[in-house]
């Protein structure tokens, strides 16, 4: 243990030293506004002119009697939801997905774009896709990085036009239920060597049960696999604020956390649902893994969702684990 001590003061004192050269970390903003937000064809283009690779899953001829919005996780992008749509159009659910800012096939590979950046192109998207199936009960469903960005942009003081918000495994592991020498290490690393790309392979970490799909994953050269330090920093600040305004979401809300999740910790997931309303109902499941909707078991949390959609106070099927 005392090795492990010995390490940790090196590589702090190695960075505080190199911090009289310090960098700030890189923030891919966007530009200025150019054009009406909109969808052409497999491209959502953005008021700023990026274009996001789009995906979609269409209940056949029939009208969609609910739709979704579904938001990637970090370094994923939006075939995420590939099977999950398939899944839902079953029940008369229409999904959209697209690539998120420096993530999967879209610009700024990479590169973090800020929170006003990714709640913005989420608010503009909402606008879009309510033109295209006016009426229609419209729902944002957010997966660990994504649910930080649903609930960021559902408590801003004009919230996009929706019914109401998913959160599967919700990234709401701020800075303050994180030990303090990962904020000491994020906090001087970002501003000295910001550029540096982790993997995170040494951890060990088992995000899914599903292994044929995180071997996918894995071979996938849309998914990110090495971050720069500086988007660490970036989607820490987001789960800050999510992690601080989770509470004023007032929107129906469905959570759902996995038991076994390596990557969210269970204390920041409780923290916020002590504080949100009344509106939230909470889903536990005693197998799930934090790629819950891609778990061996995916089919039953997905039955949960289009069972909210349809009436947002019947008993969830499968949801009824404690979290003891």
Known sequence: MSHVRTLITSILITMILLAVSACMPMVNLPGKQVTEAKIDHDRFVTADGVALPLRRWLPGNAPAKAVIIA????????????????????????????????????????????????????????????????????????????????????????????????????????????????????????????????????????????????RALGRDPLVIKGTRVDTMHGVTDLMDEALLRAEQLRLPTLIQYGKNDQIIPKE????????????????????????LLRDLHGEQPLTDIATWIADHTAPLMYGRSSWQ
């Open 71 to 214: 938001l990637h996780g970090f370094n994923d992008y939006s075939n995420f939801f590939a099977s999950s749509g398939i899944f839902l159009r079953r029940y008369g659910i229409a999904s959209y997905a697209y690539d998120q800012r420096g993530f999967g096939a879209a610009p700024g590979r990479g590169l973090w774009s800020g929170t006003a950046a990714y709640t913005g192109d989420l608010a503009s998207f909402v606008k879009v896709v309510r033109k295209l199936h006016p009426g229609v009960p419209l729902y944002v469903l957010g997966d660990s990085m994504g649910g930080a960005v649903a609930i960021a942009a559902m408590t801003e003081k004009t919230p996009p036009d929706v019914d109401g918000v998913i959160l599967v495994a919700p990234a709401v592991w701020g800075r303050e239920t994180m030990p303090w020498y990962q904020r000491w290490l994020l906090a001087v690393a970002s501003h000295t060597l910001p550029w540096m790309e982790l993997t995170g392979k040494s951890l060990h970490i088992v995000p899914s049960d599903n292994t044929p799909m995180l």
């Open 268 to 291: 920041p997931v409780l923290r916020i649902l002590k504080k949100m309303s009344g509106n939230t109902r909470t889903a536990i499941y005693e197998h799930g893994y934090h790629m």
